[in-house]
């Protein structure tokens, strides 16, 4: 069973950073797309950004580019989201997630992701 646990969330002003993490344990399969998604108070989950842990192959919403940076280090077992630049707006709970596929969806809908960390709010005051 995959675990996902986040990590690295907090408060900044606008303009800050953040940088997340989402360390994952039990891999059960040799390649995933590996996600970030965010929840702001009652909104929808959203896709912000992806990764495939295979190919490399990062996926940003268009909200977040040039602001947000996803990585990864196969070595430990952990995914990143650098939140550079960060606006009032990006306020929510972020989530890991991951899927067992060979390359990310074009669409990141959460529905495809069977495996999801706990979350890490994340709030930024103007």
């Known amino acids: 069973q995959v675990q996902l646990v986040e990590s690295g969330g907090g408060s900044v002003q606008a303009g800050g950073s953040l940088r997340l993490s989402c360390a994952v344990f039990?891999?059960?399969?040799?390649?995933?797309?590996m996600g970030w998604f965010r929840q702001a108070p009652g909104k929808e989950r959203e896709g912000v950004s992806a990764?495939?842990?295979?190919?490399?192959?990062?996926y940003y919403a268009d909200s977040v580019k040039g602001r947000f940076t996803i990585s990864q280090d196969n070595t430990k077992n952990t995914l990143y989201l650098q939140m550079n630049s960060l606006k009032p707006e990006d306020t929510a709970m972020y989530y890991c997630?991951?899927?067992?596929?060979?390359?990310?969806?074009?669409?990141?809908?959460?529905?495809?992701?069977?495996?999801w960390g706990q979350g890490t709010q994340v709030t930024v005051s103007s």
């Open positions: 997630a991951a899927v067992p596929f060979d390359h990310c969806p074009p669409v990141l809908r959460p529905t495809n992701f069977p495996y």
């Open positions: 990764i495939h842990t295979g190919s490399g192959s990062t």
């Open positions: 039990g891999y059960a399969y040799s390649i995933y797309c």
